[in-house]
């Protein structure tokens, strides 16, 4: 089968049942998606397929024939050439050791590709509710993804202008201390 990821078709010679994340790493040398639980729950390995965010560990590779993988290496290049949500990322420490930072970016940028527009806090956890970051540090993910889609990627008053406005309640982001 072929499969093509990033705009480049290859030619795959893994098994059918292969998972994707295989495909990507181990054959294709793809390795922004990172190897976590393998089992669906900890969202390390999403990419998108055919713009929508997948858990890479759970999609057999057979099942792509046709379909447009985007892993974070298609998404943008540093150093000139980062997304919005890169940016924002970048912009405002949202990465502690990285782990996960490539499925929250793809889902993200789904995310944000979806609204068209500014999203809500309430939409951004619900969007990374399956991604687990150790470093716990959902709170500057959440607020980097609000900027990225309000276009406040690269601002000295990243953090004065993410601040919930006076009547605006603090939202607690469940299992981060932050
Ligand atoms: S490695 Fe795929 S969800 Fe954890
Ligand atoms: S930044 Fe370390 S796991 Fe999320």
Redesign the pocket.
Known sequence: MELNVNGVTHPISSSPLTSLLEVLRQELGIVSPKVGCRQGACGTCTVLVDGEPRRACLVAVATLQGAEVTTLEGLGTAPDGLAPVQEAFHAGYA???????PG?LMAAHALIQRAGGPVYREQVIEALSGH????T?YVKIVDAVIAASRGQVDSAEFDQLLRPEPSEPEIEVKGSPA
């Open positions: 990465a502690q050791c990285g782990y996960c930072t929250m687990i970051c150790r470093c540090g």
